[in-house]
């Protein structure tokens, strides 16, 4: 189990480069919060299959018992998600995918901020260096040596989107840490569920009420909404039960590959030409991976 958290991590990047690519696709025929949605809707029956799933085949003695700090984080954890995946939709629409998912791995550097400053977190020498260095990459890598339409409005969107992913991720690991009388990945399973329940029911309430043509538009984009579904699902999956088991800002470290699939993505699916200043930053991301990996 001690490195476990390495193949849950890798897991989640992988799907998460998917899922960002099957957004980009969606977000042109569905608006945003549609698109949001399509995040979670699917995700929710397949979250219940796997805790499901997961009793089964690893049964444990013990109850599960929910602490009222673990609702909150929930609620605040789900609505961070839901903000920080529409702040990322709406990168899509002002510049190319792999800046889009760039801007939003500032995620890492400041999950470190935050998580040393309010939560006691604790982080080695190296780990903090694997950090500085995944974040300088990420920089290099989102340039992408154009800065054409680069303004404050797009700093903000994009630092806005990597803030709200780090208060989700750090709010879904103390939620974990509250549900202490489970193995890890009951809790995460239990945070995963709870955590995509309460993003489902919220955003269909309000799109029934105030936008029930985005629901058809999602309707009319079935199989693609499907598609963000399932690896959503596969993606917080990984992220979560990773991060029941290690520190936020290394798990968000060693997940920053995910630029790596999102580059590929973007020259093979996409057809978007990468820029020579990318092949600095890939270096500098695996120097940085490794650094987490040995911290």
């Known amino acids: 189990m001690a490195f476990s958290w390495i193949f849950f991590t890798l897991m989640a990047a992988f799907m998460q480069a998917w899922r960002n690519a099957f957004q980009k696709q969606l977000s042109t025929t569905v608006d945003v919060w549609g698109v949001t949605l399509?995040?979670?809707i699917f995700g929710l029956p397949f979250a219940a299959l796997y805790l499901s799933c997961l009793y089964y085949y690893k049964p444990v003695e013990s109850m599960v018992q929910f602490t009222p700090k673990?609702?909150?984080?929930?609620?605040?954890a789900g609505c961070s998600q839901i903000l920080a995946t529409a702040l990322m939709v709406q990168r899509f629409k002002q510049k190319n995918y792999a800046v889009g998912v760039g801007l939003a791995k500032s995620e890492a550097i400041l999950a470190a901020i935050i998580g040393v400053t309010f939560l006691v977190d604790h982080l080695s020498f190296l780990a903090w260096l694997g950090v500085a260095l995944g974040g300088y990459a990420v920089f290099l890598l989102s340039r992408g040596g154009q800065?054409?339409?680069?303004s404050a409005r797009t700093l903000?969107?994009?630092?806005?989107s990597g803030l709200s992913f780090a208060i989700t991720s750090l709010l879904v690991r103390e939620a974990s840490l509250e549900l202490t009388t489970l193995p890890t990945l009951?809790?995460?399973a239990w945070i995963l569920l709870m955590v995509i329940s309460f993003q489902c029911l919220s955003m269909l309430i309000y799109l029934t009420i105030f936008s029930r043509q985005t629901l058809v538009a999602m309707w009319q984009r079935l199989g693609l909404t499907f598609k963000v579904s399932v690896c959503s699902f596969m993606a917080s999956l990984g992220w979560f039960t990773a991060m029941s088991m290690v520190s936020v800002p290394v798990v968000k470290t060693l997940g920053q590959i995910e630029i790596l699939f999102s580059m590929l993505i973007s020259a093979y699916f996409f057809k978007e030409k990468l820029a020579r200043t990318e092949h600095w930053g890939l270096g500098l991301l695996v120097i940085a991976a490794i650094l987490v990996i040995w911290a």
């Open 156 to 160: 903000a969107i994009g630092i806005g």
């Open 186 to 188: 009951h809790r995460a």
């Open 147 to 150: 800065v054409t339409g680069f």
């Open 38 to 40: 399509a995040r979670f």
């Open 70 to 76: 673990f609702w909150i984080y929930v609620v605040i």
